[in-house]
């Protein structure tokens, strides 16, 4: 069965009310003051089935200027509207304001309803029809379909159905396939049951039992039942009016402008990149930092107007701009709104979201205005290319990025994947999240790495590289580690880097071993040789090389290929003596098996001074291990 929303638009007591009666035997009107003035001051709804079975849910919306605020947040999710317009008056004031909000709101189907028709004589019905037809001229509804009716006595009503239902049946299907999005319009407490919120349901689906997270207050609820039109039901889905029972979350705490959505699905934000349309109606001229009245969804905060190309803008003039809210709401990119001037309060313009959780940005910068235009008119994977780039310092998860953009994780993959064969994206995925960076981000990080690099290498000839956490702090701080460390693997298999353990260095570079090195070398190998298992403290070599940070870096080296090896505090050998001490300790294992520091001392002809820290180092290796007495030792 297809659902379908409509709406109702016009000027105070021209019949929307009555006429909704007339569609569904129901009345909308539900407040005492609405039933004692005679107006709708809140949103009503009800429902009706057309003859194919589709099912039309109905918002009857406030037509006094008073109550615009009321009649916005109604025309959120509307699928087609009824204009109606009273055939004894014509177009009045508040049907402007209200057909001007819709066509900001970019709704596209009308029909006009020529209401109260037993009420006009026929020269003045086609007086009032030429009016319309000249009023409607510069909008959508220009080319809407006109039905003449009395919801008063029924003259018409069957054949304004039909044309309901034809133009029902040329609208697409919702999307049910995406996030589920419901912006609350009303709130209210049910003994017994708890906090329910209702609106109608933008995209996707929801299950009886599923949790969903409120925006922008971020708790988390579980959805206890559901009703579609006063009927209980397992789910509710794009398209239709639902009132959603919530557990975990107070009636206090929900108010109308939050948004129901999938949990993580959304940002809370305090700043919005738009296109912002003046009507050109308005009589006002909207200067840069104007405080206005912000409607997008059901929500209602007070912003500053930032326009980020111009220093004004006027009636029927349109300029990208940034609103700084005074209250924190969750919108989605594309999602439409209206501006009303602070005071006195009147519509004077609206427009659509480009960025809902933007950052902060400089008037007239032509770079920064650039983006801003390719994010409104591009292409999805164009849209989340750019925003990826914009996240250059710290990159974006695939999460952040679907939040951001509005869609589902699913859509954001998509897209992510045309960028990867592009090549303009890299993706290094964690334990629980997927990590994006932009290629020209990627390449800039890599020049300034091998920078530091070569910069390091032309001071230290004689050091492997720069310990990776330095470079990190010098380049990228505000990376996550893991992803550097991916960044760096990448790099590396791109031969763009290369790695000595924790060192990086060039990946063309190769460690100078001039004469210089090979002298600080040859004096250590002379030194350890002559004194065999005799340790040398190697403060107290002496270096014709007076630079003793060439000297640490010559052994450093030496040690790391295998040449040279630390025994103990500023004790050093070769490596090749080490294992002659150690084949004889083995072989004194073997034939007795335990081996003390003295018997050591008589094996390699040295002092005890000597045969200890050998002998510590030999545990160290898990050669010996110490069993009984403090100078006993047994094979590890």
Avoid at 560 to 573: D, P, S, W
Wanted: charged share 30%.
């Amino acid at each position: 069965m297809k659902n379908i929303i409509i709406g109702t638009a016009g000027h105070i007591d021209h019949g929307k009310t009555t006429l909704i009666r007339a569609l569904t035997g129901r009345e909308t009107d539900r407040l005492k003051e609405e039933k004692k003035r005679g107006i709708t001051i809140d949103l009503g709804f009800t429902y009706f089935d057309l003859p194919d079975g589709s099912r039309a849910g109905i918002i009857d919306v406030p037509g006094h200027e008073k109550f615009v605020h009321n009649m916005v947040a109604g025309v959120a999710g509307m699928d087609m509207v009824l204009l109606v317009i009273a055939a004894d008056e014509g177009i009045m004031p508040q049907t402007r304001e209200h057909l001007d909000i819709l066509e900001q709101l970019g709704v596209e189907n009308y029909i006009v309803v020529l209401n109260k028709c037993d009420l006009a004589e026929p020269d003045r019905m086609n007086e009032i029809k030429s009016q319309i037809l000249e009023e409607l001229s510069d909008s959508r509804a220009a080319s809407a379909p006109m039905v003449e009716v009395s919801a008063a006595t029924g003259f018409g009503i069957q054949e304004l159905i039909q044309v309901i239902q034809k133009t029902a049946a040329l609208l697409p299907e919702r999307d049910r396939d995406t996030i589920f999005r419901l912006p609350a319009d009303r709130v209210f407490s049910v003994a017994g049951f708890g906090t329910v919120v209702t609106g109608t349901v933008l995209s996707g689906t929801l299950s009886r039992g599923e949790q969903v997270e409120l925006f922008p207050r971020g708790t988390v609820c579980r959805v206890r039942s559901i009703q579609v039109h006063g009927e209980d039901c397992q789910s509710c889905s794009a398209g239709q009016r639902a009132a959603i029972n919530l557990s975990n979350v107070k009636r206090e705490d929900v108010a109308r402008g939050n948004v129901l959505a999938a949990c993580g699905s959304m940002k809370k934000t305090m700043m919005l990149d738009v296109r912002l349309h003046m009507l050109p109606s308005s009589s006002r001229v909207l200067k840069n930092r104007s405080r206005v009245h912000l409607f997008t969804g059901t929500s209602q905060v007070l912003c500053r107007v930032v326009l980020l190309e111009t220093e004004e803008l006027k009636p029927g003039e349109s300029a990208l701009a940034e609103l700084r809210l005074e209250e924190e709401i969750a919108v989605r990119k594309e999602d439409r709104f209206i501006i009303r001037f602070y005071s006195p309060v009147e519509t004077i313009g609206g427009g659509i979201v480009i960025e809902a959780n933007p950052r902060k940005k400089k008037r007239f910068e032509e770079k920064g205005l650039e983006e801003l235009r390719g994010r409104e008119h591009g292409s999805l994977p164009h849209i989340l290319e750019l925003q990826v780039k914009s996240h250059w310092d710290t990159g974006i998860t695939l999460q952040e990025l679907a939040q951001i953009a509005g869609i589902s994780e699913e859509e954001a993959e998509e897209g992510i994947c045309v960028l990867e064969k592009q090549g303009s994206i890299l993706r290094f995925p964690m334990k629980n999240q997927v990590y994006l960076w932009h290629r020209s981000y990627a390449q800039e990080l890599l020049e300034r790495i091998q920078d530091n690099l070569q910069e390091f290498h032309e001071r230290n000839p004689y050091k492997p590289g720069v310990n990776k956490s330095q470079i990190k702090m010098n380049t990228a701080a505000s990376q996550k580690a893991g992803v550097f460390d991916l960044f760096i693997e990448r790099m590396e298999g791109e031969k763009q880097l290369a790695r000595d353990r924790e060192f990086l260095r060039l990946y063309e570079f190769q460690l100078e071993k001039d004469s210089r090195y090979q002298r600080v070398r040859r004096k250590m190998e002379r030194v350890f040789l002559k004194a065999q298992f005799d340790l040398v403290r190697f403060s107290e070599i002496v270096f014709t090389e007076t630079d003793p940070e060439v000297i640490a870096d010559v052994l450093a080296q030496e040690m790391a290929e295998g040449r040279i090896v630390k025994v103990a505090e500023n004790l050093y050998t070769l490596s090749g003596i080490m294992e002659k001490a150690k084949a004889a300790i083995l072989e004194k294992l073997d034939r007795d098996g335990t081996v003390t520091i003295a018997e050591v001392r008589d094996l390699l002809n040295t002092s005890r001074k000597s045969a200890k820290p050998i002998l510590e180092y030999m545990d160290a290796l898990h050669i010996t291990r110490k069993e009984g007495r403090e100078s006993e030792r047994v094979a590890y």
